[in-house]
C-alpha cells in the first residue's frame, strides 16, 4: 500500500484549522508551498477576507525557487505588508505542513520584521 502524503497533508491541515481561525485583531497567516513556489497570506476568517499576501511571484521577491532563501524573502515581505497593514499580531497557519525548513524560515523572517505571534 502506497502512502498518500497529500491527503495526510490535507487531513493534518483540516486538524490544525479547527483550532485555529484568524479574527479582524488577530488575522490568520497561511503557508503554503509547491515545488516552485512560496505563498503566503493573511486571512481575516471572520470577515472571510484576505487582508495582503506574497509569494515568490512578486517582483520584490529575487529568489524564484522554493526554498529557504526565497522563503526568507516571502516571510520578509509579507511583514513589511502587515506593517503597512496595521497588523502587529497574527495566527501562525503553517497548512498542515511541518515547523521545520521552509516554513521555519517564514515563521522566522516575519518575526524578524516586527510581527509577533
Do not use: W
Request: net charge positive; glycine share 6%; proline share 1%.
Amino acid at each position: 500500500m502506497s502512502i498518500n502524503r497529500k491527503s495526510i497533508r490535507k487531513r493534518i491541515h483540516k486538524r490544525v484549522r479547527r483550532k485555529i481561525s484568524g479574527t479582524s485583531q488577530r488575522p490568520r497567516l497561511a503557508v503554503h508551498y509547491s515545488n516552485q513556489h512560496i505563498y503566503a497570506q493573511i486571512i481575516d476568517d471572520e470577515a472571510g477576507a484576505t487582508l495582503c499576501s506574497a509569494s515568490t511571484l512578486n517582483k520584490e521577491v529575487t529568489t524564484k525557487a522554493s526554498n529557504e532563501a526565497a522563503a526568507t524573502q516571502v516571510g520578509e515581505l509579507i511583514a513589511k505588508k502587515a506593517k503597512d497593514s496595521k497588523i502587529d499580531t497574527l495566527v501562525f497557519d503553517r497548512g498542515g505542513h511541518s515547523y521545520h525548513g521552509k516554513v521555519k524560515a517564514l515563521a522566522e523572517a516575519v518575526r524578524e520584521g516586527g510581527i509577533k505571534f
